[in-house]
């Protein structure tokens, strides 16, 4: 008994000692990434707008694989909601210590509720449940698994149960299961995920704008090389860094939207040859020797009951 007792003390310790050390390496990578794009104001501060984005990517992608191959060689990996975490605590000590002084009091603390608000969240949809059929259950001991793409479902007759898949990555059978996010490392409480993913742009955009006019009473956009210090570079490097994660957050967002007013999920529609109930055969016409097969969604109820469904099952 006390060996057993001591073998579990030793994997809660080793378990710990991992995760320090992912935190950390996402810690050194986050930094990395920020201080690298600041480069890019730095020795082009008088390029387009679009020229420093397209900049940005580069530097970006550069700095990733570079940490990718570190991380081989070190053998710990980062971890992707530290990731997330430490970059928005970056944003938010620039905002603090550089652009705040150029903000108005009343927006600056709105901006501050509005970050605040964000780290809860991340902290929330981490621990949050996804919406797990935990085994043992009548759901579970209905489940039929048919193996696609990493996802497995069932052939259950129920519109509930049919909603129920099982996520390779978690391990576990999942109501409502619409994709494993690789940033949060589950596969999230939908209405939750959805509140956050607007969160995050509604936090990045308010950066954005203030940063800019920070930039704009420093006269720092469109300044030259040797005008440009390192606070007026890591403040437009953060605002193109914001820049980008709205763009791709922005797309992210519509196609979630329209995916609650369809009733359809991320899985659904990339895989949906895989799940007989979105498949419509067409028969051959005499003379002809092969069927075709279309996509139809028999949970389509209109917009309205789509999106009653969408919080009821998911809230």
Request: hydrophobic share 45%; aromatic share 14%.
């Amino acid at each position: 008994m006390q060996q057993i007792q001591d073998q579990r003390k030793k994997n809660v310790l080793v378990s710990c000692f991992k995760q320090i050390g992912r935190c950390t390496v996402s810690c050194i990578l986050v930094l990395l990434t920020q201080f690298a794009l600041t480069l890019v104001p730095h020795f082009f501060p008088a390029s387009s707008l679009l020229v420093q984005l397209t900049l940005s990517v580069v530097v970006l992608v550069f700095v990733l694989g570079l940490g990718r191959w570190c991380r081989r060689i070190v053998g710990v990996y980062a971890s992707a909601p530290a990731l997330v975490f430490f970059n928005l605590i970056f944003i938010w000590a620039v905002y603090i210590f550089i652009v705040r002084q150029a903000i108005p009091y009343f927006i600056s603390i709105v901006f501050n509720i509005e970050v605040t608000l964000l780290i809860l969240g991340v902290c929330s949809i981490l621990s949050s449940d996804p919406g797990l059929v935990t085994h043992g259950s009548s759901d579970a001991n209905k489940l039929i698994e048919t193996k696609a793409f990493g996802v497995e479902a069932h052939n259950e007759g129920s519109a509930l149960l049919k909603r129920v898949r099982y996520c390779k990555s978690c391990k576990a059978y999942i109501k409502g299961f619409d994709h494993h996010c690789p940033a949060f490392g589950n596969c999230n409480n939908y209405v939750l995920f959805m509140i956050l993913l607007a969160g995050f742009l509604t936090t990045e955009a308010s950066y954005i704008v203030c940063s800019s006019q920070f930039s704009r009473g420093s006269q720092i956009l469109g300044g030259t090389w040797f005008e440009t210090d390192l606070a007026g570079s890591l403040v437009v490097s953060t605002m193109l860094f914001s820049l980008l994660q709205v763009i791709w957050q922005g797309v992210f967002f519509t196609w979630h939207l329209y995916c609650i007013c369809f009733n359809i999920r991320t899985d659904e529609w990339i895989n949906w040859k895989k799940y007989p109930e979105f498949q419509f055969v067409i028969q051959s016409q005499p003379g002809e020797s092969f069927t075709r097969v279309m996509f139809k969604n028999p949970y389509d109820n209109g917009y309205l009951q789509n999106v009653k469904e969408f919080l009821s099952v998911n809230g």
